[in-house]
């Protein structure tokens, strides 16, 4: 199995209509490095029409390249401007999400470090289950589930137990650096978030990305 790219874009894009505007050029660079398979928009916008922008921008030059192309958070402007679905940074809301979207479209959920919220949401449909050491358990009442967490894995092994356990794709969402893309992928991740590594490249984006498809391999 190899890993596929989940494109993330630049944490501050979002801040200024004119940052997207500038920024189109060193995006179509990425998509064009080839194999990346889903595009997020990372981060929320200042403003809605900074997002209606930025989603104007970017997602038509996604699509047509056959690249998912998805939203944080906000269903609602995720089908209502055409995208391909909602990257969820909450399990609890992923049955609102999906009965709100349908089935054709992408619903994903950042679970952290918790196998709990990924069996939950894996077995409710998820489209996917993205896990990443940055964000700690949630706060759990129930012993028995605070107790199967807590003896759980972390890193590497978390990707590699889901692996051996359920079904719908995981994500590594850890934004890692190139040098480290080979062990995400050989634990099992189906897809790798890549972010700081493609938008601080000290060549440019199409080279950073050829880099990430040649570490995969």
């Given at each position: 199995m190899n890993s596929e790219?989940?494109?993330?874009?630049?944490t501050d894009l979002l801040s200024d209509e004119k940052d997207v505007e500038r920024f189109k050029s060193s995006y179509i660079q990425a998509l064009d490095g080839g194999g990346i398979s889903c595009v997020l928009l990372s981060g929320t916008a200042n403003t809605p029409?900074?997002?209606?922008?930025?989603?104007?921008?970017?997602?038509?030059v996604t699509q047509e390249r056959d690249i998912a192309f998805l939203i944080e958070d906000d269903f609602q402007n995720a089908k209502a401007l055409g995208c391909d679905g909602v990257h969820l940074n909450n399990?609890?809301?992923?049955?609102?999400?999906?009965?709100?979207?349908?089935?054709?479209?992408?619903?994903?959920?950042d679970c952290g470090i918790s196998r709990h919220?990924?069996?939950?949401?894996?077995?409710?449909?998820?489209?996917?289950?993205?896990?990443?050491n940055r964000r700690p358990l949630p706060e759990i009442e129930d012993p028995d589930v605070r107790e199967f967490e807590e003896g759980g894995p972390k890193g590497l092994e978390l990707l590699t137990?889901?692996?051996?356990?359920?079904?719908?794709?995981?994500?590594?969402?850890d934004d890692i650096p190139i040098e480290a893309i080979k062990s995400h992928a050989a634990a099992g991740a189906d897809f790798i978030a890549i972010q700081t590594a493609i938008w601080n490249h000290t060549d440019n984006p199409t080279t950073a990305v050829t880099e990430v498809n040649e570490a995969i391999a």
């Open positions: 790219i989940y494109l993330l874009t630049p029409a900074t997002l209606e922008k930025a989603i104007e921008i970017l997602r038509p399990a609890d809301r992923y049955k609102e999400a999906r009965e709100f979207l349908g089935a054709d479209y992408i619903v994903g959920v919220d990924a069996i939950l949401v894996g077995e409710a449909g998820a489209d996917y289950v993205a896990f990443n137990w889901w692996q051996t356990m359920m079904t719908p794709p995981c994500v590594s969402m």
